[in-house]
């Protein structure tokens, strides 16, 4: 952006070629703005995956496909999302179908570099069949290289299903700024 420096009574004078590169400046800066939110990746699984569980031990959600992908800010790397340069915030949203233990708290954890950064709890009451937890709606603040990843945690030991066929899980990330 090239910077027009206006002095009282002097120059440069408010005329055609400087209003002319105000223009350009903030048509560059619309244009930089809205290719930076057209990034976006949403991750999931590729079949149903079971995962054994031992008691308040969290393991992280296996999410091995990328569903969707547009732009190069977000990218997939071993079931997390990693931010590229540039970004400031990401809008993260999802949803979990688990099929586990009857009558168990459950823990969803958005981890950010490998630590829990947002807990959503669940009750998981069905004695039999599939419950799903929609994620609710985060802004994070990001930097390069950080990763975002799900991960289950459970009060009772055993086995539970993660339900990825047609997407019933997922995780969508979005370039806010």
Known sequence: M??????????????????????TNIENAIEEA?????????????????????????????FNTVEDSNGSLLIYANNKIVVGAGVNHIKLYGLLGLWGQPNTACE??????????KTI????????GAESRTL???????????????????????????MTRASISYLTAEVVD
């Not at 990001?142 to 539970?160: F, H, P, Q, R």
């Open 121 to 128: 709890y669940h009750n998981k009451v069905s004695p039999s």
């Open 2 to 23: 090239d910077k027009i420096k206006f002095v009282n009574n002097g120059q440069p004078a408010i005329n055609d070629t400087n209003l002319n590169q105000m223009q």
């Open 108 to 117: 969803i954890h958005v981890y950010k570099n490998n630590s829990a950064f």
């Open 34 to 62: 809205l290719e930076k939110i057209k990034n976006n990746i949403t991750i999931r699984g590729n079949g149903d995956v079971t995962l054994t569980m031992k008691q308040w031990a969290p393991q992280i959600i296996p």
């Open 136 to 162: 609710p709606t985060l802004v994070i603040p990001v930097k390069e290289g950080d990763t975002i990843s799900l991960w289950l945690n459970t009060g009772y030991a055993g086995n539970y299903t993660i």
